[in-house]
């Protein structure tokens, strides 16, 4: 399949001392699934705030869909990151004073046109059609971070990923997160990529990337 | 969308916002008594300086005023800016060989033109005078002393049939004199110096002195007396000037000129220059040190402001780093603010006009004895400052909250 993203070289150093980043060279497939597997502090987020155009590297090349994310501009990236990226964190970053469906609309306002109709469907769709005038203080952290997937596909991103998006979650809660992140992996037209410490989440996806002090330690297929 | 998220923001952040509201609140308060004060402070400050004296006199020219006529001084447009006003009537006296001027005049009116003079009777009967100061001391009067003033013509006279030669004060009661002139009033030779021998009648005026009269100015030199018992002297000339306290800030002089001059006719306004040029020094001085101080106000409320905001901004850097992350650009970031400080700016502007018309009522009235009246402008000038200010003010806080980086902000780890 066609390579999506193409990573070569890529570097982040905070200081001389400080590299996140090694010289990480990945390709990522259209519609794929990779799981990013590493320790605390192995450069994983880091990698994925690249990959999602919120951090520049300090060298190297990311090219996304064959644009060249690291030679944007920050009023470009921002403009191609709403428009081909969705963003799952590990904390339910939700606007607090935003009833559920608003949190929904603003990604549709900063993106192009607000449809009030299509966010109710994207939070009847992560099962919150009970939820919708509710604020982040008056629903679970399941339910908050079901309102983050459901903002995430709302303007249908090319690109999810997910930043340890179960990290604050129970068990119940995160298998519900994960059956929803199988079922966009099964509609054929997300890539996904999933940052995780945990070695069975990486058994859901296609392929498991494993990093270390950022630098790629093993790429393989995912066994199920 | 846009207002939606705004007033869900403000509503949202309202315990985050509230001391940025207060010192905007504080900003137009101030602002607004300041100002109401500055733009009432000519017709105050122009009604408290009229307590200083006439700032205009205005002298009849071949025709003398008469009390008709001096009516349109009460009456609109007139009456709108003349405060008050007294006028005079004059004769010359003459005691012991010196002239003195005996003025006529409504007391009361003077007093309320001239509220420092000390008159000792405001009331006084047909034949009563009040002595200036200084004449009193020269001639040694006191009250109740009957003056034997010689007035060229008077009322009700008790006739005294003698001439007096204007050069060597000589009278004259010779037979043949009088023979001589004639019973008629005119200019002949003196008997005794040869010169300019003026002939004329002098009567008794039988004025008793009532009270003094003291200002330290020509006054103390002059008698005065109820402008009826002048005006019903012969020799009296009706009222002569008139001098008016005017409230000036009230209408431009050109336009003041204007009226006066088509109301009286011939008549010459003339400006009192020492009390007007005090006025407008005093005037400038007093808004400059107004305005100052409003400027020294918004300054101080202005870094509160920012102060306030940068808090504000440093609160919700999650909530903008997210924002970013959703893809909001610099603008978008920039308008939510902008747009929520605005409608705070101008609530405040608003709240805080009515509490700044309140502070300059009490103001005005605590130091000026006078009352303030609601202004539009003042209105829009303070919502205007109060937006102008929360807009400067935040210029710092929102460059700072754009320099958020969403990576770092949203970070899991």
């Not at chain 2, 009456?75 to 003025?103: G, R």
Request: proline content about 3%.
């Amino acid at each position: 399949m066609e390579n999506l993203i193409e990573i070569n070289q890529l570097v982040k150093e905070y200081d001389r001392k400080t590299a996140a980043l090694k010289g990480i060279d990945l390709n990522i497939e259209q519609a794929s699934w990779t799981t990013i597997l590493g320790p605390s502090g192995s450069g994983k987020s880091t990698l994925l705030n690249i990959i999602g155009c919120l951090d520049r590297p300090s060298s190297g090349s990311v090219l996304i869909g064959g644009i060249e994310a690291t030679r944007l501009s920050s009023g470009k990236l921002a403009s191609f990151r709403r428009d081909n990226i969705g963003l799952v964190f590990q904390q339910q970053y939700l606007v607090g004073y935003l009833s559920a469906l608003e949190n929904v609309m603003l990604a549709q306002y900063y993106h192009s046109v607000v449809d009030e109709r299509q966010a109710k469907e994207a939070l009847e769709r992560v099962g919150l059609a009970h939820r919708l005038e509710h604020r982040p203080s008056q629903l679970s952290g399941g339910e908050q971070q079901r309102v983050c997937i459901a903002r995430a596909l709302i303007n249908d991103p090319k690109i999810i990923l997910a930043d340890e998006p179960t990290g604050n979650l129970d068990r119940e809660n995160s298998e519900n997160i994960y059956m929803l992140l199988q079922e966009l992996r099964s509609e054929g037209h997300h890539t996904i990529i999933l940052v995780t410490h945990d070695e069975k989440v990486g058994k859901l996806g296609d392929r498991i990337i494993k990093i270390a002090d950022g630098k790629i330690q093993s790429d393989e297929k995912a066994s199920r | 969308m846009f207002w939606r998220l705004v007033l869900k923001s403000l509503n949202g952040n309202k315990a985050k916002l509230l001391a940025g509201f207060l010192a905007l609140l504080l900003a137009a308060l101030l602002v607004s008594a300041l100002l109401a004060v500055v733009f009432d402070l000519p017709n105050s400050l122009g009604k408290e300086l009229r307590q200083f004296g006439a700032n205009y006199t205005l002298k009849a020219g071949r025709k003398p005023f008469s009390e008709e006529s001096l009516k349109k001084l009460k009456k609109k447009p007139l009456s709108d800016v003349v405060l008050a006003y007294a006028s005079f009537a004059e004769i010359k006296i003459k005691k012991d060989f010196k002239t003195y001027t005996l003025i006529g005049t409504d007391l009361k009116a003077l007093k309320k033109i001239s509220p420092w003079m000390r008159l000792s009777s405001l009331n006084l009967r047909e034949n009563e005078v009040l002595a200036g100061q200084d004449v009193a001391e020269v001639l040694g009067l006191k009250k109740g002393t009957e003056l034997d003033f010689t007035s060229f013509i008077a009322k009700t006279p008790k006739r005294i049939a003698s001439n007096n030669c204007i050069s060597c004060h000589a009278i004259s009661s010779s037979p043949n004199h009088k023979e001589r002139l004639g019973k008629k009033p005119g200019i002949s030779k003196c008997l005794e110096c040869h010169d300019r021998h003026e002939v004329r009648e002098r009567f008794n005026s039988n004025l008793v002195v009532a009270g003094f009269i003291s200002g330290g100015g020509d006054e103390d030199g002059q008698f005065f007396a109820d402008s009826q018992t002048v005006l019903g002297m012969k020799s009296s000339a009706g009222y002569r000037s008139v001098s008016l306290s005017v409230l000036t800030s009230k209408m431009p002089q050109k336009r003041f000129v204007g009226i006066i001059k088509a109301n009286f006719d011939g008549a010459r306004l003339q400006s009192n220059k020492q009390i007007s040029q005090a006025e407008k020094g005093l005037l400038s001085k007093i808004k400059l040190l107004m305005i100052l101080m409003t400027i020294v106000v918004l300054m101080t409320c202005g870094l509160s402001v920012t102060s306030m905001l940068s808090g504000a901004v440093m609160e919700r850097r999650t909530e903008i780093g997210l924002m970013k992350a959703l893809g909001a650009s610099h603008s978008n970031i920039t308008l939510l603010f902008a747009a929520e400080l605005s409608t705070i700016a101008l609530s405040a502007g608003f709240l805080g006009y009515f509490g700044g018309l309140g502070l300059a009522a009490l103001l005005a009235q605590a130091v000026f004895k006078v009352t303030i009246s609601p202004s539009l402008n003042i209105m829009l000038l303070s919502m205007a400052s109060a937006l102008i200010l929360a807009l400067v003010a935040s210029v710092t806080p929102i460059r700072s909250a754009l320099r958020i980086e969403p990576a770092v902000t949203l970070r899991g780890e």
